[in-house]
């Protein structure tokens, strides 16, 4: 991404991020998190990665609240960018945190022996018959 669609997508975060704690009332849509957002070259969409932290089970609820959201969420936002036009928001679920716990619950559960004592590497040997 280009500088620009750098701090714009950081700045839409953070507007969407606050407006989802202090302005939205839907009830569906407390405790969840703007985890990154990504720009098109043009700017002209938005595709924000959402979830709600510890709980998968609230996906098809919070993807209809952000739905019935948008339009206000798109207004605020475009009010508070100056942009010439407000970018169309594109809501995703983000599952990376769901991945990255499943596989850290598989690498937890590998039974791996512990490397058995080696001997002196060979280089070792040789700095001691130097001196």
């Known amino acids: 991404m280009s500088i620009k669609q750098d701090r714009m997508s950081e700045r839409i975060q953070g507007i969407l991020s606050e407006l989802l704690l202090r302005e939205v009332s839907d009830p569906r849509l407390q405790h969840i998190t ?37 339009g206000f969420l798109r207004r605020e936002v475009g009010k508070r960018i100056r942009l010439r036009n407000s970018p169309d928001l594109v809501f995703h679920w983000d599952k990376t945190l769901a991945r990255g716990e499943r596989m850290h619950q598989i690498i937890s559960s590998l039974d791996i022996p512990a490397d058995p004592v080696k001997p002196a590497k060979a280089e070792d040997q040789d700095d001691s018959e130097l001196e």
């Open 34 to 70: 703007v985890t990154e957002v990504k720009l098109d070259p043009e700017l002209m969409f938005a595709t924000i990665y959402i979830n709600a932290l510890g709980d998968e089970s609230r996906e098809p609820e919070v993807m209809a609240g952000l739905q019935r959201a948008k």
